[in-house]
């Protein structure tokens, strides 16, 4: 790991001072369980690191007027078992229980989980974001049985590692900056170069807070993963029906979180050569995720 700056600034205005204006320079230190990881392994090296431990005003799950508001820095433990979240957005609370360590649900916060890279073993072991070598992709000839099976038609084919962004999309949430408000729908990108990340975060903007809105929505999230495994899932599906009709976002198939249509949500799959196990997997995940919102796992 090579030697760095550490901020502790105590406000956002602070912390986004701090920041430099192309990737690679800062990094933004949350929870720490993925950026950690990444410094050790050498995936980034940057000038300086900014803590947003000490910035208060980014902590917290409040209720306002027709929205439940999740600070950024709030934890993933703290999420589950928040009463407003287990009553209204059931779909949050199975996401982060899933998750099933002690260690990441007690450390790992709500915007880290949103900005975490991909779990892809060839970006995990020095390939590049593309996983691309010579102008080939080594996950089309490689082992590519976790990768994706939507979206994978360009050089991105690694799977988006975020647990909240299906369910926060199904449910219509916005996502805070410290500069403006995105649709959660709009967050994730697929980067086309190595110089892209996976969302549409500046490299000089932070996340400041959640916004869900208390739509009445019944909800529900169903993964597909190892029997008693610490590990991502292989799929999942997060449903919110209302009266104006059901959205399902799924999990793990594509570089962002993916919305299909429930009657046939395995159209436009993709599989390649070693993954096509998914698509099996998605209509059982959306099946029963459905029938877990229509069975009351909400308000």
Request: net charge positive; glycine share 10%; aromatic share 6%.
């Amino acid at each position: 790991m090579k030697s760095f700056e550490y901020a502790t600034p105590r406000t956002v205005d602070e912390a986004v001072e701090q920041l430099a204006e192309q990737w690679g320079e800062t990094e933004v230190l949350a929870g720490g369980t993925d950026l950690v990881t990444c410094l050790k392994q050498g995936l980034t090296a940057p000038k300086r690191v900014v803590s947003l431990k000490a910035v208060k005003d980014l902590k917290g799950i409040s209720s306002t007027k027709g929205a439940l508001t999740i600070g950024a820095m709030t934890t993933m433990g703290e999420l589950a078992g928040n009463a407003g979240v287990q009553k209204h957005f059931p779909s949050l609370a199975t996401a982060v229980k899933n998750i099933a360590s002690p260690q990441l649900l007690s450390t790992g916060t709500v915007g880290g989980d949103l900005c975490q890279r991909p779990r892809c073993w060839y970006y995990r072991n020095g390939y590049g974001l593309l996983a691309q070598q010579d102008g080939k992709s080594l996950v089309t000839a490689g082992d590519n049985r976790y990768h994706a099976i939507f979206g994978n038609a360009g050089k991105a084919k690694f799977v988006s590692a975020s647990s909240l962004g299906p369910p926060l999309i199904a449910l219509g949430a916005t996502i805070k900056t410290s500069s403006r408000e995105i649709a959660a729908d709009k967050f994730f990108q697929t980067p086309k170069s190595e110089n892209e990340r996976e969302t549409v975060l500046n490299p000089n903007e932070i996340i400041t807070a959640i916004s869900v809105p208390l739509s009445g929505a019944e909800n529900a999230t169903y993964e597909i993963r190892h029997r008693q495994g610490l590990d991502w899932p292989y799929v999942t599906a997060s449903v919110a029906k209302t009266n104006g009709g059901t959205k399902v976002v799924l999990g793990h198939v594509a570089p962002t979180p993916w919305i299909v249509a429930g009657n046939d949500a395995a159209q436009g799959a993709k599989p390649l050569s070693g993954n096509g196990y998914k698509v099996k997997m998605v209509k059982t995940a959306v099946k029963r995720a459905l029938a877990a919102a229509s069975n009351g796992a909400s308000n």
